[in-house]
């Protein structure tokens, strides 16, 4: 009977590495920094959002919303009715039981929307704490981009949800470009259709703290999830971002590759991959690749991959990750046209993220990313020349 | 002018046995508008020695000095050899993702030039080069040497040669892995490099064969990091003939 009920999943089979689902805040304590969960996370820099007050401080939104699309405020009980996926951590606990309600953007069925979906959100201060709670839904057989801008400065937690619908082709971009001192605490869970297709980025450039999660489920067989992501750290800052992927149906795809980059004292990054095979998920396809480039002495990345299989039936499950500094040989070959170092450091970044970038989908993002990626250089280069 | 003067080089390098000497007192002097070929058996230190003239930080010189129309080339930084007019087609080209050749290209010029080129002329150089290597266009928007066949790298780093246009190029090996046809590309640009006023020319080559397509004034036999014989074109024939037994036995 017992081994029946296991083959059947009729018991959910959780994620040793991924705490259970819940609105329940009695199911995400405050973290003593111990956890799996919270183990690289600096808990003393996330002022005090963990506690959870209530506020009802806001970020400002700029739109731009193409025709058909609609941005509607609803309650937090139409949120759960619509499909709203669950918290997953504290933070994202709290912003659902502190947001007071949501923001859905609505993308109809067999709409093609060709022209992105642009939301600016941009904070006025860090003294703001700001809770968020906003819904992506792409309808069946529809066509999106929604590429969500952040700036300015806050403390920011914020739960998202993206519903692919059976069919539909989502691209979903989340830029975090922060001011410095910018903390930014971000869930963002995506189901994905029968045979939909989604391409999820985020990018993180500013802020002192910013700890991002992009999740992905199947409501069936077929889908199709890319998970790109982009992070740059300079001196002193802590940018994180935390990978999973649950097979939950069969024939389904994940491929994430993230990039990042390191340079100055106490520069961290973290990037965990999290991938989960359910017994219910064969022949599925998954393959997890995070590189990271320091770029000067005093910095960190930690990079954790993790595959949990519980089925063998599959087409194919990896991952690589690697950490290094330039590569001397490459340096070499530049310098020996005539490049000077700084200018074969800039052009090896430069090509490092571009392979990234040119996968992003959205060429006005595009764009923007290259220029920032080069002014980010250029902070080194200008460090540099007055040391 | 361009006359690459190479005195009494001795060159090593770091092992886990300490380190150890490769090149052994090195003597050549390439004068104005010549082309040497420096034959050896494999470790002879042939490749080396375009290493070293180049600057690789693997090597370290121990003693004697190179000299490009009488400036100190060990001086220099590797980028400033480059800009001073020393070339390396390398034999191992290295692949730098994300870069397109088109990008590589312009940066490299504008480096050496001091200024960046006309954009006008310079697509039309550029398409020239890569034409004339038997490049298709888009080729100048793929990765450098990313994905690119044992044949495509060497054709890049003649292409190279030519929009750079340098004093002296070292070419190490640039022979190597060629089918004929290929070959004949590669040796023409080479020829045209040289049939400019001045140019010089060190070809570093495991075979006879390329210098039946650029016929060198000199010819150097490379045995145990140093020049064990030198002489005209002839002595390839001979080496052709005879092989290195004859030197490597004396070495030894």
């Known amino acids: 009977m017992t081994a029946v ?44 959002i963990l506690d959870g007050e209530a506020s009802d401080a806001r970020l400002t939104w700029t739109t731009t919303l193409p025709e058909g699309v609609t941005l509607t405020e609803i309650s937090a ?70 590429a969500i801008v952040h700036t300015g400065s806050a403390r920011y937690s914020a739960l998202t949800t993206v519903l692919v619908g059976d069919g539909a082709v989502a ?25 939909a297709t989604v391409k999820h980025t985020s ?13 992905v489920e199947y409501a069936g067989p077929g889908g199709d999830a890319e998970l790109l992501g982009l992070y740059f750290a300079d001196e002193g800052q802590h940018l994180e971002h935390r990978l999973f992927a649950d ?41 997890e690749e995070n590189r990271n480039l320091v770029l000067s002495d005093g910095c960190q990345a930690d990079s954790v991959p993790n595959l949990e299989i519980e089925t063998g039936e599959i087409e194919g499950a990896g991952h690589a990750s690697a950490t290094a500094r330039f590569d001397d040989e490459q340096l070499f070959y530049l310098r020996s046209r005539g490049v000077s170092e700084k200018e074969a450091h800039r052009l090896v970044v430069h090509g490092f993220f571009n392979d990234l970038i040119r996968k992003v989908g959205i060429p006005s993002v595009e764009e923007q990313l290259l220029q920032t990626v080069e002014a980010e250089l250029a902070k080194n280069l200008l460090k540099d020349a007055s040391a | 002018m361009s006359t690459l003067e190479i005195k009494d080089l001795h060159v090593s390098v770091t092992t886990e046995d300490g380190p150890k000497e490769i090149l052994k007192g090195v003597t050549l002097t390439i004068e104005d508008g010549e082309t040497h070929a420096i034959m050896g058996p494999n470790g002879s230190g042939k490749s ?57 290209l312009r940066t490299a010029k504008t480096a050496i030039d001091g200024e960046a080129p006309k954009l006008r002329t310079w697509v039309k150089d550029v398409n020239t080069a ?64 040289r049939a400019q006023e001045g140019k010089g020319v060190l070809l570093i080559t495991h075979y006879t064969r390329i210098l039946r397509y650029i016929e060198p004034d000199r010819v150097h036999v490379f045995v145990d990091g140093r020049v064990a014989e030198s002489g005209g074109p002839e002595l390839a024939e001979e080496l052709e003939a005879n092989g290195y037994e004859k030197y490597v036995g004396a070495a030894v």
């Open chain 1, 203 to 215: 990018v993180s450039f500013g802020g002192d703290v910013v700890r991002m999660h992009a999740n």
């Open chain 1, 247 to 287: 097979h939950n149906a069969p024939k389904t795809k994940s491929h994430v590759l993230y990039k990042g980059a390191l340079q100055g004292e106490g520069a961290h990054t973290v990037w965990i991959g999290n991938v989960l095979i359910r017994k219910v998920a064969e022949g599925i396809e998954t393959y």
């Open chain 1, 77 to 146: 009980e139409e949120a759960r009715e619509i499909g709203e996926l669950a918290p997953n951590d504290r933070p994202s606990a709290l912003a659902a039981a502190q947001a007071g309600g949501a923001v859905l953007l609505d993308v109809p069925a067999e709409a093609e929307v060709a022209e992105p979906i642009v939301l600016r959100l941009h904070g006025e201060s860090i003294d703001d704490l700001v809770w968020g709670r906003l819904l992506v839904r792409v309808g069946r057989h529809a066509q999106a981009t929604v």
């Open chain 1, 171 to 195: 691209n979903v971009l989340s830029l975090q470009d922060w001011d410095d001192d910018a903390v930014h605490l971000g869930r963002d869970a995506i189901r994905v259709g029968r045979d």
């Open chain 2, 130 to 193: 890569l034409g004339s290597l038997n490049l298709d266009p888009t080729f100048s928007q793929r990765s450098v040497n990313e994905g690119f066949s044992g044949g495509e790298k060497k054709r890049h780093e003649i292409a190279q040669l030519e929009l750079l246009n340098p004093k002296v190029a070292v070419l190490d090996e640039t022979d190597s892995g060629l089918d004929i046809d290929a070959l004949k590309i590669v040796a023409d640009g080479v020829n045209r490099f």
């Open chain 2, 48 to 104: 080396t020695l375009a290493y070293s003239v180049a600057g690789h930080p693997k090597y370290t010189v121990t003693g004697g000095s190179v000299t490009l129309d009488g400036e100190d080339v060990l001086a220099m930084s590797v980028d400033e050899r480059a800009r001073a007019g020393l070339f390396l087609a390398m034999q191992y080209p290295v692949e730098v993702p994300g870069v397109s050749v088109a990008n590589f």
């Open chain 1, 5 to 48: 009920a296991d083959a059947l999943e009729m018991d959910r089979i959780e994620s040793h590495l991924n705490p259970p689902a819940s609105y329940d805040l009695a199911d995400h304590p405050v973290p003593t920094g111990r956890e799996e969960i919270w183990r690289f996370t600096p808990l003393r820099r996330l002022r005090g």
